[in-house]
């Protein structure tokens, strides 16, 4: 694990609130049609289950293809057969898998393309379509005491940015503060930054186990979103101007094993290794986390769902273009007892030391004191006066 000397935040307040739990899509059904393929090439074609489930595929349009597990783990049954190579037989079949298994699908020979199937397939020698089936490994919670689940929200449009490197060349990535663990592209970068207030000095563990729209590393079929690769700097205050400045750490990519498991409530979570995990030494005090993206999107490219013109994704690269959404980290946060955090009794992101509303979750400044009207005319008149004494005696 990547360690660093640091962790506090501050993230609008209507870009965050609490989670109890994730609402999770089903990990043990999907369906593959052979007409359609996989889609744009951004799109995942990788799968992760939790030890001990099984995903049914229903095949479609698929009558004379050939399916395959490489790996021949013994883990799939064809239309209730058990079978590492077959062909498929029929316009709907069944394919259970219940382990690990890196599946390739062929047309047989003669198919004739449709105009629906987007990649021009090479039928008998390169596999059309694949299904990458992964177990995730369950999870070691950190030690101490979970102190907060949050969720952190990129809206739709009008995220601020900074600017990191070069705006024009899209050569290398940029190590922020000149962090060799703190590589992204170079250029602009939408961001958001939240504020906690730390209490007790000692060992924190902050972990991103979730985002939404959901991760296409963890079902197959899912299009590509920024939220896919997030992004954490950690800070003793943050600067948008200068982003290098009062560096403390980050993460871009765990460390640890391709998948792995965490409990939310009721649901299971699975997070890829392209997602945040740091173990951070702190003292008491406020800290600033901002959580951006690795690959470079400017405020209006994020409007309209590109890429800025530095990243390897530009233009719509590997089909990277995506649909305007909402998306979101969810966060949990490991301290050494359950009282390391300053409370936030309304859970607006805002601490309650530094919140001027601690029981309204829909604001937390207060206004500045209006002045009474009787008494901004005589300090108007004041004025005027003394003025008006000073050009007399000129």
Request: negative net charge; proline residues 8%; charged residues 15%.
């Amino acid at each position: 694990m990547k360690a660093v000397s640091l962790i506090a935040i501050t993230l609008t307040i209507a870009m965050s609130h609490p989670v109890c739990a994730q609402t999770v899509p089903s990990r043990e059904s999907l369906t593959i049609d052979c007409n359609v393929g996989e889609g744009v090439p951004v799109v995942g074609d990788d799968h992760a289950l939790m030890p001990g489930e099984a995903l049914t595929v229903t095949l479609q349009n698929c009558d004379g293809w050939n399916v395959e597990d490489n790996d021949a783990n013994d883990v799939m049954q064809l239309a209730g057969v058990a079978t590492n190579d077959a062909d498929i037989s029929g316009d709907s079949v069944t394919l259970v898998v219940s382990g690990a298994a890196d599946i390739d699908f062929d047309p047989p020979a003669g198919w004739v393309v449709p105009e629906t199937f987007i990649d021009t397939p090479d039928p008998g020698n390169v596999a059309d379509i694949d299904l990458d089936v992964y177990i995730a490994s369950p999870a070691t919670d950190p030690s101490g005491s979970l102190i907060l689940e949050r969720e952190l929200v990129f809206p739709i449009s009008n995220l601020p940015q900074f600017t990191v490197g070069s705006t024009t060349s899209s050569e290398a990535d940029y190590l922020l503060g000149g962090d060799s663990d703190c590589t992204m592209e170079n250029g602009h970068h939408v961001y958001q930054q939240f504020s906690i207030g730390i209490t007790e000095t000692g060992s924190y563990s902050f972990i991103v186990p979730w985002v939404t729209p959901v991760d296409e590393d963890l079902y197959w079929g899912a299009p590509y979103y920024p939220s896919q690769d997030f992004f954490l700097a950690l800070y003793s205050s943050f600067n948008k101007n200068d982003p290098d400045a009062n560096l403390l750490g980050c993460n871009d990519d765990r460390e640890g094993g391709y998948y792995l498991s965490f409990g939310s409530g009721s649901a299971t979570l699975i997070m890829d290794d392209q997602q945040p995990w740091m173990n951070v030494n702190l003292d008491p005090g406020a800290y600033t986390l901002v959580l951006t993206t690795y690959r470079s999107i400017s405020t209006d490219s994020h409007n309209i769902g590109y890429f800025s013109s530095t990243s390897e994704y530009a233009g719509g690269a590997f089909g990277s273009n995506w649909t305007p959404t909402s998306m979101s980290a969810f966060f949990k946060l490991w301290g050494p007892s359950s009282g390391s955090i300053v409370p936030d009794s309304d859970n607006d992101g805002v601490p309650d030391n530094t919140d001027a509303y601690p029981s309204d979750p829909t604001r937390s400044v207060a206004p500045v004191p209006a002045i009474p009207l009787p008494l901004l005319l005589l300090l108007t008149s004041i004025f005027v006066l003394v003025g008006a004494r000073r050009l007399s005696g000129r």
